[in-house]
């Protein structure tokens, strides 16, 4: 979701990457909220984190506590920034429950990411 957002919020003013610490199909509920706010990511995977180890980036955004512990350091990203970001893969319930909870996550990254893009700007 957060990559794309950040393509969508940021008109191509960065090359963006995402990857998990594990790699595999996206959850439908966040092809369902994306797709809410007329974002369609049914074609995007969930790339394994590991791919990106050699490469060099400006930022390395972490967004769920999970993540920020299994990332790796990547030494070349000057600036590292997390975001906690309950992971709503994990809400159980309704469905409409975890729906909320999707879209709850999107719309923090939402947010978030509006603040980066504003504060990148400068």
Do not use: N
């Not at 990559?3 to 959850?27: D, I």
């Not at 506590?65 to 994990?90: G, K, V």
């Not at 879209?103 to 990411?113: E, K, N, Q, Y």
């Amino acid at each position: 979701m957060a990559e794309a957002l950040l393509r969508s919020m940021a008109a191509g003013a960065f090359e963006v990457h995402s990857a998990g610490t594990e790699a595999g199909s996206l959850h439908p509920l966040a092809v369902e909220a994306m797709g809410e706010i007329g974002i369609d990511i049914s074609r995007q995977e969930a790339k394994p984190v590991s791919r990106y180890e050699d490469q060099a980036f400006d930022y390395v955004i972490t967004v769920c506590d999970d993540a920020q512990e299994a990332c790796p350091s990547f030494p070349a990203a000057p600036r590292r920034l997390h975001w906690s970001i309950p992971d709503p893969s994990r809400v159980t319930g309704s469905a409409e429950a975890k729906l909320s909870a999707f879209r709850d996550a999107r719309d923090r990254l939402t947010a978030l990411i509006a603040e980066f893009v504003k504060g990148a700007a400068r």
